[in-house]
């Protein structure tokens, strides 16, 4: 697995694991390894590594979140590097006021750009970027059916500012099995404009599986869970 950010020796690990992407049951190459650690002073840190894995149109993408001791992001690093794109991303959250800042270098033609947005979100906003982990730490900081505002990132707009509103309807506790073991998990459907996406969330509030509205699904192949983080859980208060 790959880091923005390198771990510090004074991290502790909590959990970590790995999701394969499929299409009708083949996987279509995309992996997404995640690590989640705690940091000095109560902080968080979430790692991602997305790679298609295609030698032919290779993508990778890597995040490094940072969340407060309540678990709200502070702030997020990203970059993308494409076949002929990368892109050096950098989110800071301060009180309703978002600032995203982007660095977008075309390789093709030489040529760097940077943009800038400020945006104003709602005190009860949610906030995601573009991963199933990412999407799961959303959904496990509230067990009930809610509505609400969220900001995310537009891969497929050089990861601009996407908005609007997502309803969260959450489904009755179920078995699956996960690496050949028994778990129990509530599902999460996850909906906004014309997409919609429903996690399986185990005891803990990590997501261990999710499936797509347009049939893209992943599967947990590695997970690894060292400690609970206080207040994370998937059962209806």
Not at 2 to 12: A, H, N, P, Q, V
Not at 40 to 67: A, K, S, W
Not at 77 to 86: P, T, V
Not at 96 to 114: F, G, Q, S
Request: hydrophobic share 40%; with cysteine; proline share 3%.
């Amino acid at each position: 697995m790959r880091f923005l950010m390198r771990e510090m020796e004074y991290e502790k690990p909590i959990a970590s694991g790995r999701f394969r992407y499929e299409r009708e049951g083949k996987p279509t190459g995309l992996v997404e390894a995640w690590r989640f650690t705690r940091a000095l002073e109560g902080f968080y840190f979430l790692r991602v590594d997305m790679d298609t894995h295609n030698p032919f149109n290779q993508e990778i993408c890597l995040y490094h979140l940072l969340l407060n001791p309540a678990m709200n992001i502070e702030r997020l690093k990203f970059r993308y590097f494409g076949s002929r794109i990368e892109i050096e991303g950098d989110l800071q959250f301060t009180n309703h006021i978002v600032t995203l800042n982007r660095v977008i270098i075309d390789k093709l033609k030489n040529t760097k750009k940077r943009q800038v947005e400020e945006i104003s979100v709602e005190s009860d906003a949610v906030f995601w970027f573009p991963s199933i982990v990412g999407l799961g730490l959303v959904a496990s900081k509230d067990s009930k059916d809610s509505r609400r505002s969220f900001l995310s990132l537009d891969k497929d707009s050089y990861f601009a500012s996407l908005r609007g509103t997502a309803r969260f309807i959450w489904g009755e506790e179920e078995d699956t099995v996960v690496m050949r073991q028994n778990v129990a998990v509530r599902p999460c459907s996850i909906s906004w404009d014309t997409d919609t996406v429903r996690l399986w969330l185990d005891d803990f509030g990590w997501p261990i599986g999710a499936s797509f509205a347009d049939g893209l699904s992943a599967t947990e192949i590695a997970y690894l869970r060292y400690e609970q983080v206080k207040d994370r859980k998937t059962r209806p208060a």
